[in-house]
């Protein structure tokens, strides 16, 4: 089973290079938008908003600066250096976690919105981060959080081979093929992939309400947008 510093060194692998997926034509470009989008419905700048596992910080200096006021964190130490150097001049605190944290730095109340961008995917509890999410969320505040689609065809797929990845992922012959290696050890961290209606329960466990859940549904890539509330204070779900 993966652990948290698994993640960890996962990411300090993929850091140096990370930044360039969000460029013009890279292939994460899509989602600076995308959560800008699904962001703006429901919450308008300048709100405060926390970029959970923010990586090299091209989603939180998207929606700086689109106006709204943002802090970011991740476990990631190369992760967070990259995004320090890459966005010198953009009004963004930024947050180091331990890889083993258990409460987020934040005081309750603090956010109006947090964003995930396929960050709950590699969590190793789940139900800690909605609570912490939700702690440090307003009353009436929101989460907005990517996921893999496990109606896709290549989530299927891979959950197929994961058991294989999670058995070979330190085989010395995967060393010798470093994409086939680093797959691998994605498929390995990537534990949490239940289906969709498995997310919804999650949130519905943890005091939370699904945003118009057919929209959170919609999506052509192989991820799937999730967008709870937290309640107010009004609410007879508190």
């Not at 959560?35 to 405060?48: I, R």
């Not at 001049?89 to 331990?98: G, M, N």
Request: aromatic share 10%; glycine share 4%.
């Amino acid at each position: 089973m993966q652990t948290p510093r698994e993640v960890e060194s996962l990411f300090n692998k993929k850091a140096s290079s990370w930044n360039q997926k969000y460029a013009a034509n890279g292939p994460l470009r899509y989602r600076l938008d995308a959560f800008k989008d699904q962001l703006s419905e429901l919450v308008t700048p300048p709100a405060k908003v926390l970029d959970f596992g923010c990586g090299t910080g091209n989603l939180a200096s998207h929606l700086s600066s689109c106006g709204f006021i943002v802090s970011a964190c991740d476990i990631s130490t190369k992760m967070m250096e990259q995004a320090r150097e890459n966005n010198p001049d953009v009004p963004i605190d930024w947050f180091a976690l331990s890889a083993d944290w258990r409460e987020l730095p934040f005081e309750c109340d603090a956010f109006d919105a947090v964003v995930a961008s396929s960050a709950f995917e590699y969590l190793t509890d789940l139900d800690r981060t909605f609570v912490e999410c939700r702690r440090i969320l307003k009353p009436g505040g929101v989460l907005i959080a990517t996921v893999p689609d496990s109606r896709k065809l290549i989530r299927r797929l891979e959950n197929l081979f994961r058991p294989a990845a999670v058995m070979l992922s330190n085989a010395s012959v995967l060393k010798q093929i470093p994409k086939l290696d680093s797959y691998a050890t994605y498929l390995k961290c990537s534990r949490n992939r239940m289906p969709l209606d498995e997310w919804f329960a999650l949130g519905d466990r943890q005091r939370f309400v699904a945003v118009d859940q057919n929209k959170s549904r919609a999506g052509s890539t192989a991820l799937a947008f999730l967008r709870f509330r937290k309640p107010t204070k009004h609410s007879n779900k508190t």
